[in-house]
């Protein structure tokens, strides 16, 4: 089974069952599950205790009621089953590997399904959000800002919907980038249904599709602004490409801001609706973005503790990470550890050294260019 993978909590098959059927009962969100799993230390230990024991903690006899019914018992089987497939996965919010800045949320989803890798939902991720009824030029700055944000090494984190969303995801592919699209459905089922194949495209190149909603459960608009406070969750900074006052992007964007996240917009022409929602974001303190250095410049700051600059310009020949790259190629994140720089240090003199023409990218890996 994909749960007793290393990076996977060590829990009974019964405790994993019991938190499944917990998971599926109607009216329990994040902070009641916790409630639950605070007073009686288990899952298991819930469902067995008696529905006053329930009533005494605050939870409504909807959530009590169906918690032995054969309809979840069943559910919860079935959940199990899908787990037992390759790249299926579940992340409890209680689990080491569970995302750490996921988990700074108050009302962080107790369970996480995950098909393709879980692992990226640890690496450095950007959310990128806009209009489903995007404009042409909308969409081709989500597809250029991705590819380059994917290119520096970022994970592009966005909601599979129609418009920008569909369009970050496909920059980051054709960057042979990774990327993670959180759902508004279950795993079972995608929406819309023109993007399944993009969605098989994502997992094939090594991301992830992500939701905390039941497998099975169906598109409901209730949703689909609850899951955006987990792509912001999920990433280091929001970026808004084009979106109207009333989007549910601005939702994500003020989530973004909420959990202390940085959030960038995209300004556009006056003339156009479609703007009208970024330069709101602005307006109200959102850091204006005319290209992937007002992002890399805007999060140097995030990795701590705070290294001392570093000791060589980047027209140096002895530049370190030239040095670094000169000896074995290496993946973004190896670059971080091995020169102790911050993540956005490292991008930001990659993109110069890229745009010099002294390195490349290839398959995820840096490569130092011959002269």
């Not at 994993?16 to 230990?45: I, N, Q, T, V, Y």
């Not at 399904?113 to 042409?136: I, K, N, W």
Request: glycine residues 8%; charged residues 20%; hydrophobic residues 45%.
């Amino acid at each position: 089974m994909s749960t007793s993978s290393s990076f996977f909590p060590a829990v009974s098959p019964a405790e994993l069952e019991a938190r499944l059927r917990l998971h599926l009962l109607p009216e329990l969100g994040p902070r009641r599950f916790r409630k639950l799993l605070s007073a009686f230390d288990s899952a298991s230990a819930a469902l067995s205790a008696p529905a006053s024991a329930w009533r005494a903690l605050g939870l409504p006899a909807a959530c009590a009621e169906p918690r032995r019914s054969a309809e979840i018992r069943e559910r919860a089987r079935a959940t199990l089953q899908w787990l037992e497939a390759p790249g299926q996965h579940v992340l409890m919010w209680d689990d080491p590997a569970y995302p750490a800045l996921l988990a700074e949320l108050a009302d962080a989803p107790p369970l996480l399904f995950v098909a393709g890798e879980p692992r990226l939902l640890e690496a450095p991720q950007l959310a990128m959000v806009g209009s489903r009824r995007a404009s042409q030029p909308g969409l081709d700055n989500a597809r250029a800002f991705a590819r380059s944000l994917a290119a520096g090494g970022f994970v592009i984190t966005s909601g599979l919907a129609l418009g920008i969303d569909g369009a970050a995801h496909q920059g980051a592919l054709e960057e042979r980038g990774k990327t993670v699209a959180v759902l508004g459905t279950g795993l079972q089922c995608l929406y819309p249904r023109r993007h399944v194949g993009l969605a098989a495209q994502i997992i094939e190149q090594g991301g992830a599709l992500v939701s905390e909603l039941p497998l099975d459960c169906p598109p409901q608009a209730s949703n689909f602004p609850r899951r955006n406070r987990i792509i912001s969750g999920l990433s280091l900074g929001v970026l808004v490409v084009e979106a109207s006052p009333s989007s549910g992007s601005l939702i994500t964007a003020r989530l973004a801001a909420e959990q202390g996240r940085e959030v960038y917009a995209i300004p556009g022409s006056i003339h156009h609706p479609g703007a009208r929602g970024c330069h709101q974001l602005i307006r109200e303190g959102a850091t204006l973005v005319e290209s992937i250095e007002h992002i890399l410049e805007a999060l140097r700051g995030w990795q701590t503790p705070v290294v001392e600059s570093r000791s060589a310009p980047l027209d140096s020949v002895e530049h370190p990470l030239l040095a670094l790259m000169h000896a074995a190629p290496h993946s973004t994140e190896a670059l971080v550890q091995s020169s102790g720089w911050p993540l956005a240090e490292v991008l930001a003199a990659l993109t110069e050294l890229e745009l010099d023409g002294l390195v490349c990218n290839e398959a995820g890996r840096w490569l130092a260019r011959s002269r």
